[in-house]
């Protein structure tokens, strides 16, 4: 399994709106500022966020973006899966996938139990806690 570009530049924009203490609604201009960003590459990112009900804009077109659940009930799956519809480390550990030895090979069990370690991991972190590690690095650079 390897991240791919959007959903690393997706997690990036999820924390960058949910920095946003005050709500207001973050521009995508400033986004793309602070995160480095192309704005046409950005357009990609904010669209599969938007379509997985993940940010909204705060008041109608042209406005700021905002989490449109807490940031507690977000996870780092979700944000991922917002780019790729799940999170898969090797075929085979896909219900969907077709292997004539599926059922016969040892590897596929390894493979099943590393995937559900990892889609675990992704589940059980959430954009809360990215937030608060940011918030800590944040307070360590300013001293």
Same mark, same amino acid.
């Given at each position: 399994?390897? %991240?791919? +570009?959007?959903?690393?530049?997706?997690?990036? %924009?999820?924390? &960058?709106?949910?920095?946003?203490? /005050?709500?207001? $609604?973050?521009?995508?201009?400033?986004?793309? %500022? *602070?995160?480095?960003?192309?704005?046409?590459?950005?357009?990609?990112?904010? *669209?599969?966020?938007?379509?997985?009900?993940?940010? *909204?804009?705060?008041? $109608?077109?042209?406005? $700021?973006?905002?989490?449109?659940?807490?940031?507690? /009930? !977000? +996870?780092?799956?979700?944000?991922?899966?917002?780019?790729?519809?799940?999170?898969? !480390? %090797?075929?085979?550990?896909? =219900?969907?996938?077709?292997? &004539?030895?599926?059922?016969?090979?040892?590897?596929?069990?390894?493979? +099943?139990?590393?995937? =559900?370690?990892?889609?675990?991991?992704?589940?059980?972190?959430?954009?809360? +806690?990215?937030?608060?590690?940011?918030? =800590?690095?944040?307070? *360590?650079?300013?001293?």
């Amino acid at each position: 399994m390897q %991240v791919n +570009t959007l959903q690393r530049y997706g997690l990036r %924009v999820m924390i &960058e709106i949910a920095m946003d203490d /005050e709500q207001t $609604g973050v521009l995508q201009k400033n986004i793309s %500022v *602070r995160q480095n960003i192309s704005l046409r590459y950005l357009d990609h990112i904010i *669209r599969g966020l938007k379509t997985a009900g993940l940010i *909204r804009n705060k008041s $109608g077109r042209k406005s $700021g973006y905002v989490l449109a659940r807490p940031a507690s /009930e !977000i +996870t780092t799956l979700n944000i991922l899966n917002a780019f790729q519809a799940d999170v898969q !480390i %090797v075929d085979c550990t896909d =219900d969907y996938y077709d292997c &004539e030895l599926k059922a016969t090979c040892s590897a596929n069990p390894f493979w +099943t139990g590393l995937n =559900d370690i990892i889609r675990g991991y992704l589940d059980g972190t959430t954009l809360q +806690t990215l937030i608060q590690r940011q918030k =800590d690095m944040n307070s *360590r650079i300013k001293k």
